[in-house]
C-alpha cells in the first residue's frame, strides 16, 4: 500500500484555517473535551496574552491537511489543545484514491520532532496534554487512537483526573460522616494571602510578591508522600507549579492562602483557589463565579488529624462570600482518601480525563 509523501511545517493559526481544520480533527472526541478544546482556542485567539496558539501540520502533496497538532504555549509550559489525524472528505478520497494512507507512526513522530523544535526555539521545556481516558469496554474507539497518539510523542501518563462539581454547602461533611463543620469554623487554622501588592511591576509574571516563597516552601512539602499526581514532582518544581496556576486564565490574586495552625504558629498547609465565571440556569443571563479548588495539600507530619475538612470549609466560605454557588476541583483518580472528602463534601462527578506529559530535552 503507497505511502503518503508529506510536508511539516508550523502555520499560523488563522480563524479560517482553524474553522477548517477543527471539525474533522475534534470529531472523535467527547463533547466535554471537544468544548473545552474550543474554548481554549476561543480564548487566546480573543486574547495573546494568554498564551500564544501554535499550530503544526502534516500536508500532502496536493497541500491537504493530513493531521495537525495545536498548542498553546505560555512562560516556560505548552499545552497541547488537541493533536490528531484529519479524515479526508468524500471528495478529497475520489481524487487521492483508498489507497493512499498514511504512516501514523512516522507521521506523529515527524509532528513530535516539529514541535519539540518549535518549544525549544521558545525555551519551554514542558509539554502536557489531557485527554480523555480510554474506557476498556471500548478498545477500538477514536479516544484510542488519541491516546496512541500520546505514545507516538514520547508522552507519558501523569494521572487520570476526576473533575468533580458540586453546590456550595453550609454544612461541609468530614471524613467522618458524624462530624461536621459548620460554615467557616476554621477550627485550628487561619489563612494567610500572598501580598500581591508588594509587587513592583505587578505584570512581571515571575515577580514574587511577599508570601509567595513561603507557599512555595509549603506546596513543596506536601509533595512529600503525596496521593495527588505524585509524578508530578519528576516533571516541574514548585515553582513552575505555581508560575503556571499564575498564568491560568481564572488565576484570582486573592485566594493564594497558606494554612497556618494556630497554636504552633508553623504552617501545615496551602489552599490556592480561583474564579471561573457561570451562568445560573435560573437568572437567564445573569453570570455568576464558579470556585475552583486548584490546589489543596497537607504537610506530611499535619496529616490525620482532620485539617482537611478545615480546608474545604474555608473554601466553601470563602465561595459563598464572593457569590459562588457551585464550586468545582479536579482529583487524581487514586488518591482515595481526597475522593472521599471532596464527595462527602457534596461534589459529584462531571467527567474525567487522562493527563500526558514530557520534558522538552
Known amino acids: 500500500?503507497?505511502?503518503?509523501?508529506?510536508?511539516?511545517?508550523?502555520?499560523?493559526?488563522?480563524?479560517e484555517l482553524l474553522q477548517e481544520l477543527l471539525?474533522?480533527?475534534?470529531?472523535?472526541?467527547?463533547?466535554?473535551?471537544?468544548?473545552?478544546?474550543?474554548?481554549?482556542?476561543?480564548?487566546?485567539?480573543?486574547?495573546?496574552?494568554?498564551?500564544?496558539?501554535?499550530?503544526?501540520?502534516?500536508?500532502?502533496?496536493?497541500?491537504?491537511?493530513?493531521?495537525?497538532?495545536?498548542?498553546?504555549?505560555?512562560?516556560?509550559t505548552s499545552t497541547m489543545v488537541h493533536a490528531g489525524a484529519i479524515s479526508p472528505s468524500s471528495n478529497d478520497l475520489a481524487v487521492i484514491g483508498d489507497d493512499a494512507q498514511p504512516n501514523w507512526a512516522e507521521v506523529f513522530a515527524a509532528i513530535s520532532d516539529q514541535i519539540d523544535g518549535e518549544l525549544r526555539q521558545r525555551s519551554v521545556d514542558?509539554?502536557?496534554?489531557?485527554?480523555?481516558?480510554?474506557?476498556?469496554s471500548e478498545p477500538d474507539s477514536g479516544v484510542?487512537?488519541?491516546?496512541?497518539?500520546?505514545?507516538?510523542?514520547?508522552?507519558?501518563?501523569?494521572?487520570?483526573?476526576?473533575?468533580l462539581s458540586g453546590p456550595v454547602e453550609q454544612n461541609v461533611i468530614a471524613p467522618n460522616e458524624n462530624d461536621r463543620v459548620q460554615g467557616d469554623q476554621s477550627g485550628p487554622l487561619r489563612f494567610d494571602a500572598i501580598d500581591w501588592e508588594s509587587v513592583a511591576a505587578h505584570q512581571d509574571l515571575r515577580s514574587q510578591p511577599q508570601g509567595w516563597s513561603d507557599l512555595r516552601?509549603?506546596?513543596?512539602?506536601?509533595?512529600a508522600e503525596t496521593a495527588d499526581c505524585p509524578r508530578l514532582s519528576e516533571f516541574r518544581t514548585a515553582e513552575q507549579t505555581m508560575r503556571g496556576y499564575r498564568n491560568a486564565d481564572a488565576f484570582d490574586e486573592r485566594f493564594w492562602l497558606t494554612a497556618i495552625d494556630h497554636?504552633?504558629?508553623?504552617?501545615?498547609?496551602?489552599?490556592?483557589?480561583?474564579?471561573?465565571?457561570?451562568?445560573?440556569?435560573?437568572?437567564?443571563?445573569?453570570?455568576?463565579?464558579?470556585?475552583?479548588?486548584?490546589?489543596?495539600?497537607?504537610?506530611?507530619?499535619?496529616?490525620?488529624?482532620?485539617?482537611?475538612?478545615h480546608l474545604i470549609a474555608h473554601a466553601m466560605t470563602t465561595a459563598s462570600d464572593v457569590g459562588c454557588d457551585r464550586m468545582i476541583l479536579a482529583v487524581d483518580r487514586n488518591n482515595s482518601v481526597a475522593g472521599r472528602l471532596y464527595r462527602g463534601a457534596g461534589l459529584?462527578?462531571?467527567?474525567?480525563?487522562?493527563?500526558?506529559?514530557?520534558?522538552?530535552?
Not at 500500500?1 to 480563524?15: D, G, H, I, N
Request: proline fraction near 5%.
Open 348 to 361: 459529584t462527578e462531571m467527567f474525567c480525563e487522562q493527563v500526558w506529559c514530557k520534558s522538552i530535552s
Open 263 to 309: 497554636d504552633s504558629g508553623q504552617a501545615v498547609g496551602c489552599l490556592i483557589l480561583a474564579t471561573h465565571r457561570g451562568r445560573h440556569e435560573s437568572d437567564g443571563d445573569q453570570q455568576l463565579p464558579i470556585l475552583e479548588i486548584v490546589y489543596m495539600g497537607l504537610v506530611p507530619e499535619s496529616r490525620g488529624r482532620g485539617l482537611a475538612k
Open 126 to 136: 514542558f509539554l502536557q496534554w489531557a485527554v480523555d481516558p480510554v474506557e476498556k
Open 144 to 163: 484510542e487512537s488519541v491516546v496512541r497518539c500520546c505514545a507516538w510523542f514520547g508522552m507519558e501518563p501523569l494521572a487520570t483526573l476526576d473533575y
Open 23 to 76: 471539525p474533522p480533527l475534534l470529531a472523535n472526541l467527547s463533547l466535554a473535551r471537544a468544548q473545552i478544546a474550543i474554548d481554549q482556542i476561543r480564548t487566546h485567539l480573543a486574547d495573546p496574552n494568554r498564551g500564544q496558539l501554535v499550530l503544526i501540520t502534516a500536508k500532502s502533496e496536493s497541500e491537504r491537511h493530513v493531521a495537525a497538532a495545536i498548542l498553546v504555549c505560555h512562560d516556560d
Open 1 to 15: 500500500m503507497p505511502l503518503m509523501s508529506l510536508t511539516y511545517q508550523s502555520e499560523k493559526p488563522r480563524a
Open 217 to 223: 516552601r509549603v506546596i513543596e512539602a506536601t509533595y
